[in-house]
Structures are given as C-alpha cells and as structure tokens.
C-alpha cells in the first residue's frame, strides 16, 4: 500500500545508471523492509509487523519453489507458538518426528535419539516438511498480520549514507527499478548474503567446506510407528561421505550425501573439468548398504541437484539501521538439520531488538546487534556437534558409553535447547575424544 503524500522519500542516489533501466521511481518511507521471503524473513516480518510497524517483505522469486532443508528440530516449537501457526501444523500432512538415529561405518544403527527423553513437553514432536509448502505457510501468515508481501522483486543493493542503511534498489520481472527507504533494513537474502557481499563480512569455516547431491524418492522402506518420520544419518564404509534420509508427505523421501569438496566433486572432474553428479552420487549410494535396502524399489524423482555446503558467518550481525538473519548472517554444516531453526530463532530474535529500537528510537549497531552473543553461543554449541561429527576417530555411541550421564545433553543439542538449556558442560569431556576449533566472536 501506498502512503501519503507527508511520507519521506529518498530520491535515487546515482550509484545505478538509469539509462540501463526502464523506469526508475520512488516509493514512501517503510519502518522496516525484510530482504528475502524464506523462513528468517518471514518470521521477523511477521513478529515486527504485529507489534504495528509498516513493514514491508520483499522475495524475488514469483512463485514458491522447491528448496533443500526440509527437517525440523524441535526447538522450533517456540517460535511457532510465537507466530501462531502450531495449528495449521498440527493440521497439515507433513510427517511428525521424534528423534534422529544414526548408522555407524558398518551399518550399524544406534539407538533413536528420541526427543522426548529429556522433554516431556509437546514439543518434542516436530515436522519434516515440504520447503515449498512450508516457507509459503509462513509468508501467508507474515500477511495475515499485517507484513506487505512483494514477489518477483530483487533487492539489487542495499544503499547507505555513511556506515548507515537507508533503503534499497529494486528490480522488478520487467527490469523496472525502484528506490525504496526504511528505518531498519533486514537481511534475510539466505546464502546469497546481500549485506554480508556488500560490506565484505563473511569468513568460511576453513575445515567444513563440504558439499552434497541430493534428490527426492518416491516409495520405499519407512519403519514402523513413532520411527516412521524419524531423520536417518547414515555413514559410508569409509566414512568420507553420509547420506540423509528424511521422509517427506506423498510418500517421498528426501535423500542427500554430503561430503568434503574435494573428495565428493573437485577429483571427480573428467579431462573437461566436467563431473557426473548421478554417477557420484550412485558410487556413493553403493557404498551405504543400509540406505540402499530402504531405496530398493523406489523410484527417483528428478535428476541429483548440487550445491556447496561451506560453512560461513559474518564477522557482525547488524550495523546501524540493519540486521542479518538467517544464511544471511551464517550457515552450518546440514547434518543437524539446524538450518530452518536457527533462522527461525535468528529473525525472532532479531524482531525483538527491532521492537526494543524503536521503543528506544535507538537503531544502532550495538541495539540492533543486541541478541547477536546468545545467538552465537547457541550456534557454537552447534558448531561443536559437528566437528565431532566429521572427528573420524569419534563416535557417540562411544562417548556415551564412558560418559552416559551426557546422554540428556546430546538430545538437548539435537532438540535445539540451545538457548533455553545450558548444554556446555558435555563439550570438556567431548574434547578429549575430538579436537575443537577456537571459538568465533563477534567483532
């Protein structure tokens, strides 16, 4: 919607040459426009928007698509409740999950991590979901309280005055381009990292540069009961691969294998440069004996999709007037399933600092970035998981076995109580079995 002619407009700033363009206009003043429609975006939008500021969410994708990272941790629960959508949850067909199980080397399964046993609580129940379905129940709930949805519109850039954000450049499906200014500017571009590119933020994580090839299967073995939607992490013989498995509503199945760069895509190249991403991931699949019993039978759904799974975060998570949520402020590795949590936790967290801003009329870096060192904390705890994950020489179930009192403190990782438990005390004992990186602040 359009606002009165007393709303402040910034005029082009000449940093784009309106001769390549259509048309360039203005639009009037937003309290806070959200770069990126996904789960980060919308949660903040919809959360800021509640509390009765105009904000506006622009996606520049026209319709839903389909997307990777379908599995939920529990934790999510909370935000959820926040925004008010347990219901249309509880009410969809994705599948309910209760716990994790890992397969060793050997095909070995270990026991189910059920969520449950250390939270009685509902939310130990969570969901796999359809990304496509999922993100656009979201982006209608981001409308129905209040938030202006904008698709096919791409952010071009971010404009600042000085070291602070003034608004944006947009381009529409025709190239027509817009100016458009906001009191607080939201990065939720994903791994695109707008801000993060612009202002030269991000620092990969040097020993989690990974990749993965992934595709959907229709059919195929589930077990039985609670274990039916449970997430499947499945280890090759040689350990320098594994494989997800999540089940998914239609009877579909998502199944991924990730691996370190090199070994997965950069030395399989042929005298062309070129790889072949079905024969990778076939001799990676022949290599998993345990997934290969659950696909017999079932059939592929489209050809295998590939993507750089590195591990990144920006060096400041919000500067004066702007916010990075979600990939946009950093990704960690995928075997936890951690990606749709942390940007749902990450853009109600930010909504807060956001609300808090303007309460204060206060939008620097050190309000807008307030939630930034709990948010770390909580991702470190992560990020530790993971490094043992990729620790050949470590394995859980050893751990647990010399250290069963730490049996609670692993499924409240896996649940992503990160935040609301303090989860620390198993990593002492977790670094005498597997060598941990230094800890990242922010600058």
């Known amino acids: 919607m359009l606002g009165s002619p007393r709303d402040k407009v910034i005029q082009y700033s000449g940093r784009i040459n309106p001769a390549k363009n259509k048309q360039m206009n203005t639009h009037p003043n937003y309290d806070i426009i959200v770069i990126g429609g996904g789960p980060a975006g919308s949660t903040v939008a919809a959360l800021a928007a509640e509390q009765g500021h105009r904000v506006l969410l622009l996606e520049r994708e026209a319709e839903p698509n389909f997307k990777i990272g379908e599995s939920l941790i529990p934790a999510t629960y909370w935000t959820f409740k926040r925004l008010g959508i ?35 609580h509902e939310s130990a129940i969570t969901w796999q979901v359809l990304r496509s379905e999922f993100d656009e129940m979201l982006l209608d709930n981001a409308k129905e309280k209040g938030v202006e949805v904008q698709r096919g519109i791409s952010v071009r850039e971010v404009l600042f005055e000085g070291d602070t954000a003034t608004g944006v450049v947009t381009q529409d499906t025709s ?91 950069q030395n399989r190249r042929d005298a062309n440069g070129r790889f072949d991403a079905q024969k990778i991931f076939t001799e990676e699949l022949a290599k998993c004996p345990p997934l290969q019993q659950r696909l017999e039978g079932a059939k592929q ?88 994950f990729y620790t050949k020489e470590f394995s859980f179930a050893r751990f647990l076995s010399q250290y069963p009192e730490h049996q609670g403190g692993i499924v409240d990782i896996l649940s992503g109580d990160v935040f609301r438990k303090d989860v620390t005390h198993i990593f002492p004992a977790m670094a005498e079995m597997c060598p941990f990186p230094p800890e990242v602040p922010l600058n």
């Open 86 to 120: 347990l219901e249309k949850l509880r009410a969809s067909h994705f599948p309910q999950k209760y716990s994790v199980q890992f397969y060793s080397r050997s095909g070995k399964a270990s026991s189910p991590f059920y969520f449950f046993q250390t939270n009685p």
């Open 175 to 265: 190239r027509t381009r817009q100016t458009l200014n906001a009191t607080v500017i939201v990065d939720s571009t994903g791994q695109r990292s707008l801000i993060g590119r612009q202002l030269n933020l991000n620092t990969t994580e040097p020993n989690l540069k990974m990749a993965s090839l992934f595709t959907h299967y229709e059919g195929g073995h589930r077990d039985d009961g609670i274990d039916e939607g449970a997430t499947l992490i499945l280890h090759t013989e040689e350990k320098d691969s594994w494989f997800w498995s999540i089940p998914l509503p239609y009877d579909r199945t998502s199944i991924g294998v990730v691996g370190e760069i090199d070994y997965l895509l």
């Open 301 to 388: 759904l489209f050809p295998i999709h590939t993507t750089k799974d590195f591990s990144y975060r920006a060096s400041r998570i919000a500067g004066n007037n702007w916010v990075l949520v979600g990939d946009a402020f950093g990704f960690l590795d995928p075997v936890y399933s951690t990606g749709l949590f942390l940007a749902l936790k990450s853009g109600e967290m930010a909504a807060d600092a956001i609300i808090e801003a303007f309460h204060k009329d206060d939008f620097s870096e050190a309000q807008l970035g307030s939630f930034g060192p709990a948010f770390v904390d909580g991702m470190e705890a992560f990020r530790k998981l993971v490094y043992a």
